[in-house]
């Protein structure tokens, strides 16, 4: 039996910057069913980290002509901002709106609190890539950070070329992280993350991992602060801050409940 369509998701990104043939704007997904339930219940599938892959890939209605591997390739080239929004809308088409968030009223300390996730917000990109509909964005460094990349790096950099990370490039600066904490070094996890963001300075691109994270690790932390802020202000990116009702006393505040993928799919209202 061919499977029906049941909602079509318009990305936040709207896929304006990814390359054919992945930039559509919207991605059509079948209900989930207790099928879709085993497999992020599965111990195999935890083991490897895989099953929320595993679940998008049976969940999203690919054009039939796209093979095994470019079906593979659209959900590793997802950022991850647009994945945690297509699993957001599997969770709620399969177990409803409503979720149980942890977050502390400041009146009388209660700690759980409904929430509907249909009205969580969302960080579009409000910024123009370097080249239309390519994943490069520029990020203007201010007269005293060019003075200090002069000082601490020997030449002039005016501006730092970035991009947003793709489900696959996250997982790799996780990885990153985690095997050097593992070899008991220093995890870096700023200089690894802008490792991997920077494609490069100047409109020239820094192709070797090792010389963008040497460049990373020798800037000031004042303008490393502000480049990171830049970037998570415009990623594209569902926002984890809420405005809650006290389920004790109903006092009205706002909090960021820390949105988690894993606890959306296990933790019931």
Same mark, same amino acid.
């Given at each position: 039996? !061919?499977? $029906? !369509?049941?909602?079509?998701? !318009?990305l936040i990104s709207k896929g304006q910057f990814y390359p054919e043939p992945f930039n559509f704007s919207t991605v059509s997904m079948v209900e989930m069913d207790t099928g879709h339930q085993d497999i992020l219940a599965s111990e195999l599938n935890i083991q490897k980290n895989i099953q929320f892959d595993l679940l998008l890939r049976e969940l999203i209605l690919f054009p039939p002509e796209w093979s095994s591997k470019q079906r593979t390739e659209y959900i590793d080239t997802l950022f991850t901002g647009d994945r945690i929004y297509l699993l957001l809308a599997a969770r709620i088409n399969g177990y409803g709106e409503l979720y149980e968030a942890a977050a502390t009223c400041p009146q009388c300390g209660h700690e759980k609190h409904l929430i509907d996730l249909t009205q969580l917000e969302t960080n579009e990109v409000s910024i123009k890539s370097v080249s239309e509909g390519q994943n490069v964005f520029r990020f203007e460094l201010e007269e005293r950070e060019t003075k200090s990349i002069e000082k601490t790096h020997g030449f002039s950099v005016r501006h730092i070329d970035f991009k947003f990370l793709s489900t696959q490039e996250t997982r790799k600066y996780a990885n990153e992280v985690l095997r050097? $904490? &593992? *070899?008991?070094?220093? !995890?870096?996890?700023?200089?690894?993350?802008?490792?991997?963001? +920077?494609?490069?300075? %100047?409109?020239?691109?820094? %192709? /070797?991992?090792? *010389?963008r994270f040497k460049f990373v690790k020798k800037l000031k932390p004042f +303008?490393? &602060? &502000? #480049? #990171?802020?830049?970037?998570?202000?415009? *990623?594209?990116?569902?926002?984890? /801050?809420?405005?809650?009702? =006290?389920?004790? =006393? $109903? /006092?009205?505040f706002k909090a960021d409940f820390g949105l988690e993928i894993v606890q959306l799919f296990f933790d019931f209202a």
């Open positions: 039996m !061919e499977k $029906k !369509e049941a909602v079509r998701v !318009e050097r $904490k &593992r *070899e008991q070094q220093d !995890e870096n996890p700023i200089t690894t993350r802008l490792a991997f963001s +920077i494609v490069g300075v %100047e409109g020239q691109t820094m %192709e /070797n991992y090792s *010389e +303008i490393t &602060r &502000r #480049l #990171l802020q830049y970037i998570n202000n415009n *990623e594209p990116m569902v926002k984890s /801050n809420y405005d809650f009702i =006290c389920a004790n =006393c $109903k /006092n009205n």
